[in-house]
């Protein structure tokens, strides 16, 4: 972790703790600075403050996030069945009665016929907004034991996190 890393923060679930300062149990933001006390935070939504500052020993969790882009495959293969299915239902329902809105097709053709399209329409539209999308994926930080270091190979502190594996 180093300062500009997205991170999520879980403060400890004890009533003394939320009530001083914190409005909610978990924060997500960019880490603006950090010290062997504290960690000071840039939220992502807004909460009122540019920044706060949260002691470490009222941290319960801490996670780092890693941007991650989409896969327009994901996207398809749930966009294919989702719209494919859906328009399938009101293809069946609108040759359920005696007159079809799709002429002479019977029930099971116009809901083949509407799903055939839903599903090509899902895979295209499901695939493209997919791919233009970004995530994040998360993963715990063990802060037992977080420890300030000075030196190594750049010139200031650095966060040491000992991982267990």
Do not use: H
């Amino acid at each position: 972790m180093r300062e500009g890393s997205t991170v999520r923060v879980r403060v400890l679930e004890d009533p003394a703790v939320i009530s001083r300062l914190y409005q909610e149990r978990e924060y997500e933001g960019t880490v603006t600075s950090y010290s062997a006390n504290s960690l000071v935070l840039t939220p992502t939504k807004p909460l009122g403050l540019d920044t706060f500052e949260l002691p470490w020993t009222d941290i319960e969790r801490l996670d780092l996030g890693f941007p991650e882009q989409r896969s327009f495959w994901r996207g398809a293969l749930i966009g294919a069945p989702a719209v494919g299915g859906g328009l399938a239902l009101i293809g069946m329902a609108a040759c359920s009665g005696e007159a079809c809105a799709f002429g002479d097709l019977t029930s099971g053709q116009a809901a083949l016929l509407m799903g055939g399209i839903g599903a090509g329409v899902g895979f295209v539209l499901g695939g493209i907004v997919s791919a233009n999308s970004e995530g994040t994926r998360w993963e715990e930080i063990s802060i037992e034991g977080v420890r300030l270091q000075a030196g190594g190979e750049e010139s200031g502190l650095a966060l040491v996190i000992p991982l267990r594996l």
